[in-house]
């Protein structure tokens, strides 16, 4: 962590935490980390209260207090006013005591920073996506820092920007015992079936792979998480129907995030073409002992390629080149891609 949010952060120990986040529920499609993260935070504060903006609250740990704001219901002028009832009043009540951590919450970090500021509140705000929105900016005006996980995984460069890493639990998602990249044939993605993810990239990589590997299959584990995104999931289940019915391809809907080590160690390989932030699961994924065949940037800045270059790779050609390493090569490089996890994530 950087140095000097560390110093800031400890300063902080044993006082109020108050967190802004989207969802407290572990079964939720895309934001199930965020209850993990509210939970382990919690557990250097003598209290916490958490913000959120789901209904469907799992049970919370002793000393934390969750209030929702029923965020996706209404319009933008009763999201906010609801907003403000319910925050308002916490933060003046806890304004001599406590710290807030927005997670991804960059719209209402824009709205809550002028306050905050105002009572002499410090607010620390996660953002980690190539989107660089108009709240962020505002919000960096008036928040005391923003983390990140990687410096290009935040668009803005500021003084208060800090990469800290992707904070993955190495206790939660073990290494499984060592394959062999000649063995390495079970391909999996976690995400979200949505075409930010460019999952038609990633399957025809298989199918072109299959050629040369014939027993190389793939499963996508993750649902939509909008209407359009689910007539685009749909569009590509038709396109892709003969593969999914001789078997080698499967989709499967979003599995609770207690699940997903578990999940993971059941395959030897991970595929990824997401060209944004620095996705959780690539760490994920490689600190459970399993190669990652990605074309993300990020991810690249941050352990390189299979094929030695970082220009102009394919899925195809990392599969190949993992594929083609002496066995002692790739056990040194997986070896050192875990360590990487350890130090920086």
Request: aromatic share 10%; glycine share 4%.
């Amino acid at each position: 962590m950087n140095d000097t949010l560390a110093r800031e952060m400890e300063s902080f120990a044993m006082r109020e935490l108050v967190i802004l986040n989207f969802t407290m529920s572990k079964s939720h499609a895309v934001l199930s980390h965020q209850a993990d993260v509210a939970t382990l935070l919690a557990e250097n504060f003598d209290r916490t209260t958490v913000i959120t903006g789901d209904s469907s609250l799992d049970d919370s740990p002793e000393g934390m207090d969750v209030v929702s704001t029923n965020w996706a219901i209404g319009n933008k002028f009763s999201k906010i006013y609801r907003l403000f009832v319910v925050a308002v009043p916490i933060l003046w009540k806890k304004r001599k005591s406590a710290v807030v951590f927005s997670h991804m919450t960059d719209l209402q970090s824009a709205l809550l920073g002028p306050i905050t500021r105002l009572l002499g509140i410090k607010h620390y705000l996660w953002y980690a996506h190539k989107v660089k929105s108009r709240f962020l900016l505002v919000a960096n005006f008036f928040v005391n820092g923003i983390i990140t996980s990687t410096p290009g995984s935040c668009p803005i460069h500021s003084v208060k920007v800090h990469p800290i890493g992707q904070a993955v639990d190495e206790k939660m998602f073990r290494r499984a015992s060592a394959l062999s990249n000649q063995d390495v044939f079970k391909a999996l993605h976690v995400g979200r079936f949505d075409p930010s993810k460019d999952l038609n990239q990633i399957v025809s990589a298989i199918s072109s792979l299959r050629a040369s590997y014939p027993r190389l299959e793939f499963t996508q584990i993750g649902s939509p998480s909008t209407p359009s995104a689910s007539q685009d999931a749909e569009k590509l289940l038709k396109l892709w129907q003969s593969q999914i019915s001789e078997g080698w391809l499967r989709f499967l809907p979003t599995i609770n995030r207690d699940e997903l080590p578990n999940a993971i160690a059941r395959f030897q390989v991970f595929f990824h073409a997401y060209h944004g932030s620095l996705d959780k699961t690539l760490i994920e994924a490689t600190m459970c002992g399993i190669p990652v065949i990605s074309v993300n940037p990020e991810y690249i800045s941050e352990f390189g390629t299979w094929s030695g270059s970082p220009e102009n790779i394919s899925l195809e050609d990392e599969f190949l080149s993992m594929k083609a390493l002496a066995p002692e090569i790739y056990t040194k490089e997986m070896e050192r891609r875990y360590r990487l996890c350890v130090e920086r994530h």
